[in-house]
């Protein structure tokens, strides 16, 4: 039962244009929400995160919007840049802990 | 600072075989966990240890299995292998009492199974 669902597995965008990666969860628990950037044969590494008690987080080029009603979030990385390549996860958790139930993940390509 | 290490980076096993992965957390870090990457598939939880208790478990059978050592390193264990057992293996740790999700991922042992 895949609780966090990312489709569209791959983007590709030109560099200097923004890059929009969607997510959607099914789990009404989940309250606080992040995403990971992975290049190959590299770990995850936290990108950004949002609590649900927000609608947006900003972090320099990066923006994450969450949609409660909706169960969706966003990321937004504006512009983006050849070294955004990567697979970007979206993640979610309940009640603190830091059990994350995770998306498939979504390839990006930026176009020099 | 070093990062999250793990051991091996690749391994072969064969049906039935047993598989053991090492994972070193961040200096400072207690909670450790692992998680699955199978191919075409999303990071699945597998455990969560601290202090050198299981606190938390996904829906894996029992042939999966772990511990967390004093130093806080840990080891997992996947008994009886079978070929849907082959995957990148990610281990993970975090600052105990840090509930904001921000694991700190190594770079994974992918297993093989044959």
């Known amino acids: 039962d895949q609780q966090v669902k990312q489709n569209s597995p791959s983007l590709s965008v030109q560099e200097g244009r923004i890059s929009i990666l969607n997510c959607d969860y099914t789990n009404s628990m989940f309250d606080y929400f992040l995403w990971y950037k992975k290049y190959p044969a590299e770990g995850p590494t936290f990108l950004i995160s949002?609590?649900?008690?927000?609608d947006k987080n900003e972090d320099g080029r990066f923006t994450v919007f969450l949609n409660k009603s909706a169960k969706h979030l966003s990321l937004h990385i504006v512009p983006s840049q050849p070294g955004d390549s990567a697979v970007y996860f979206c993640?979610?958790?309940?009640?603190?802990?830091?059990?994350?139930?995770f998306g498939k993940g979504n390839q990006v390509v930026v176009i020099p | 600072e070093a990062g999250v290490t793990q051991s091996p980076t690749h391994l072969i096993k064969t049906r039935g075989q047993q598989a053991t992965l090492r994972c070193s957390p961040i200096?400072?870090?207690?909670?450790v966990y692992w998680y699955q990457q199978a191919l075409g598939l999303g990071l699945q939880f597998l455990l969560w240890y601290d202090e050198g208790e299981e606190r938390n478990r996904g829906n894996f059978p029992p042939r999966f299995s772990g511990r967390q050592f004093p130093n806080y390193s840990s080891e997992l264990n996947v008994n009886a292998l079978e070929l849907e057992d082959s995957a990148l293996y990610l281990c993970a740790s975090s600052l105990v009492g840090a509930n904001t999700g921000e694991l700190f991922f190594g770079e994974g042992s992918r297993l093989t199974v044959l």
């Open positions: 200096s400072g870090h207690t909670s």
């Open positions: 949002i609590s649900s008690i927000k």
């Open positions: 993640a979610a958790s309940a009640g603190g802990n830091n059990r994350l139930a």
